[in-house]
């Protein structure tokens, strides 16, 4: 069994991304199991993982599990998925996805506009 095509919102490790609640899916290729047993998704602000700050597991739905995580600004948090098939199981490689600056942004043009949309 292999996870594979890891994502979260519908991107690949997405970095400065504005994410109210993640929400995390994957596919399962080469598994010899009929059924998905347990799935578990482990979160960590450290890439070896060894401080989980977060943890889900059951039976969550790989085409999308949304996260009840609250996210602090412009962090990066790491994670990882194992699957249990009836058969066999898996351990994804460590994903992460990095949050947003949230407040707005304000700032001045620092040239006039009209030389952009006139010929």
């Not at 069994?1 to 504005?18: A, C, E, Q, S, T």
């Not at 700050?53 to 599990?65: A, K, P």
């Amino acid at each position: 069994m292999r996870i594979v095509d890891v994502k979260v919102n519908h991107f690949n490790n997405p970095i400065g991304y504005y994410i109210d609640k993640p929400c995390i899916s994957w596919k399962i290729e080469d598994t010899i199991s009929e059924i998905q047993e347990d799935v578990s998704i482990n979160i960590s602000l450290t890439y070896n993982m060894k401080e989980i700050i977060y943890r889900i597991h059951g039976n969550l739905d790989q085409c999308g599990t949304v996260l009840d995580l609250k996210l602090n600004t412009r962090t990066r948090y790491y994670f990882q998925i194992t699957v249990k098939g009836n058969k066999d199981q898996a351990v994804s490689d460590i994903y992460y996805f990095e949050t947003a600056k949230n407040n707005q942004w304000k700032a001045n043009f620092i040239g006039s506009l009209t030389r952009f949309c006139h010929n």
